[in-house]
């Protein structure tokens, strides 16, 4: 089975989206990360994080890898599951 997040992160300027992309698509399973800033602030980025992995990745190992990178996951806007 396969899940797709829709996220929204807020995050420090560093590291960048593109590190940021990189580093969850090192996670095995994770298949496609895309990131569109909404914000950014003096200190901090905004983002909408949509990403796509098999189930057994589960949001607890995303949101591991992004607090590593100091970013907070603000909500789960969507989940989708298919087989």
Aim: glycine share 2%.
């Amino acid at each position: 089975m396969r899940v797709e997040f829709d996220l929204d992160i807020l995050k420090p300027h560093n590291p960048s989206n593109w590190d940021v992309a990189l580093a969850l698509k090192e996670i095995p399973g994770v298949s496609y990360v895309q990131i569109k800033t909404d914000e950014i602030d003096q200190k901090t980025t905004s983002i909408f994080l949509n990403i796509k992995c098999s189930v057994e990745v589960g949001l607890e190992t995303i949101r591991d890898k992004l607090e590593d990178m100091n970013c907070a996951l603000h909500s789960v806007d969507r989940v989708q599951i298919e087989d």
